[in-house]
């Protein structure tokens, strides 16, 4: 993320975010004597290989009829 702020590259890596969130989030809780935050109901990202799979629109417009 550091990075993308930076500007020195045009992506950033939503999932390893989220899984590093998740981590300092679930070490938090075992050090504080808390217990584990549940992810569960969480919205989902999309991974690079979902991505692929869904198929884009043909177009953005319908066709005409001449």
């Known amino acids: 993320m550091r990075d993308w702020l930076n500007h ?7 999932e390893g975010a ?13 050090f504080l004597v808390l217990p584990p935050p549940s992810f569960e ?5 999309i991974g690079n290989t979902e991505a692929e799979k869904t198929p884009e629109p043909d177009a953005d417009d319908p066709p005409t009829d001449p």
């Open 8 to 14: 020195q590259t045009d992506s950033w890596d939503l």
């Open 18 to 30: 989220l899984e590093r969130y998740k981590m300092v989030k679930t070490s938090e809780a075992e």
């Open 41 to 45: 109901g969480q919205p989902m990202i």
